[in-house]
């Protein structure tokens, strides 16, 4: 990208060139979506996302980066890069879930990442080939999203195969990947970058997070195990159902009118990204399609395909989802 490209990109989006050349520097979630989005418009590469992970310098992620490095494998280095993965974005939050024979790195998003989840999971991998060796494979990765490329593209960068439309944002990994040393391992350098990681986490986090908000992140992570019922978010908050919805309601809200914006929010962010009616349902915990689109009509004032982007969540009452 030359200086006119960069002079425009940082005229739309309100960002500098210190801004961005400040390790420390906490770029807002709305300036940060507006950054890729420019960056793809005036570089003309919608697969910018899977290019620039591989384009990176050593130190471009940070502390992150750092943390990583020190870890003594593979398991140990996602670990610790998902306990801080906030210090890099606010808004995303990823699981990683141990089988027996794979581990998945599951990318959960309450609504629209500023970061775009093939950079995500292309940067895991990338960092994994550094640090592992160039046999660092996924064995599959899936977006519910649609391409922006051909899938040999991504197939070729991941070495894997792709799979778009899935109902979850993943990447799978086999479980002896997870066990595999790395040389840049540091066991006394490690503790010192955790404490001021902890540091930079606990500036990134801010005020304690209200119950509305604890409540978001537990219901986004239940819904496609349609476990999302009062009583089932309640226990995975350490309350009652009675005192969840209590301390709700000292927020000005209820369980249902969260649950109900939050799937308005998410229904949205999949229909835009090309979903059918039928995957939107299932990744929203619905029991069958006609529900969902009862719920969506509710929500918005209409059908799901004639797209309406205003979420106006009301209660669901007799749809009983």
Known sequence: MGPAALDELFRVTGLTAEICADADARIEA????????????????????????????????????????????????????????????????????????????????????????????????????????????????????????????????????????????????????????????????????????EELLARCQGPAPTMTEQARQVIARLLRRNQHDVEQVAAELGVTARSLQRRLKEEGTTFQAVRDELRCELAITYLRGGASTAEVSFLLGFSEASAFFRAFKRWTGTTPRTGSLDCRARSLGEDGE
């Not at 550094?130 to 977006?143: I, N």
């Not at 993943?170 to 010192?192: F, G």
């Open 30 to 197: 709305d300036s940060l979506r507006a950054a890729w989005r420019e960056a793809i418009r005036l570089t003309g590469d919608p697969l910018l996302p899977l290019h620039l992970a591989t384009a990176l310098p050593p130190g471009a992620l940070g502390i992150v980066e750092y943390l990583v490095r020190c870890a003594s494998t593979v398991g140990e280095a996602l670990a610790l890069g998902l306990r801080y993965l906030n210090i890099l974005d606010a808004v995303a939050h990823a699981e990683l879930v141990d089988g027996e024979r794979e581990a998945e790195l599951e990318l959960l998003v309450l609504v629209d990442s500023p970061i775009p989840h093939e950079s995500c999971f292309a940067a895991v991998v990338g960092q994994g080939r550094v640090l592992a060796g160039e046999g660092f494979r996924p064995v599959a990765v899936d977006f519910t999203h649609h391409p922006a490329g051909g899938r040999d593209v991504y197939e070729a960068f991941f070495r894997a195969p792709v799979r778009f439309g899935a109902p979850a944002t993943r990447l799978v990994l086999s479980r002896a990947s997870l066990d595999v040393p790395l040389a840049t391992a540091d066991p006394n350098l490690l503790p010192i970058l955790v404490r001021h990681a």
